[in-house]
Every structure is written in structure tokens, then in C-alpha cells.
């Protein structure tokens, strides 16, 4: 499983359970399960927030005080780009 996905399925509410129903077969997911399962991570805004927290952790603990909201600024402009 990736990050996103482990981070959805601990989310409370209708997609983590959904998530979770989805994972509670003890099969392996087919092809269309797998792709519904990313659909609902990506709608979910879950896989964009996992992205954000990773590319911003190492920065926390890198960088000084001053230059954290400049770098902070330029992750979130980078994870949110449309192009």
C-alpha cells in the first residue's frame, strides 16, 4: 500500500470505511477494484495531503526558522500546480 492509501484508510468518516470494505476481502483487489480505491483516495484530497506532508517534513526539520515559511510556500505551490 502507498502512503495515501494508508492514510485514507485511517481517515474517519465515509471513505475511510469504504476504503476498508473495499480491503477487508482477503483477496487480492482486481484491476477495477484497485482503480476504484484511487479514485476515492484522489477525490478524498488524501493523496495530495500525504504529497504535502512528505515533501514538507524534511524541510521542518532542515531548515531555520526564517526560511521555513518561504520553502513551506513554494511546496504547496508545487503540490497544487494544475500544469
Do not use: F, K
Amino acid at each position: 500500500m502507498t502512503a495515501p492509501m494508508i492514510a485514507a484508510l485511517s481517515t474517519p468518516g465515509p471513505l475511510g470505511r469504504r476504503l476498508a470494505h473495499l480491503y477487508a476481502d482477503p483477496y487480492p483487489l482486481n484491476a477495477a477494484q484497485a482503480r476504484h480505491a484511487a479514485e476515492l483516495v484522489e477525490a478524498g484530497g488524501v493523496r495530495e495531503r500525504t504529497l504535502l506532508h512528505a515533501a514538507l517534513e524534511p524541510l521542518r526539520q532542515a531548515v531555520d526558522e526564517p526560511h521555513r515559511a518561504d520553502l513551506h510556500a513554494l511546496a504547496q505551490i508545487t503540490v497544487h500546480r494544475r500544469h
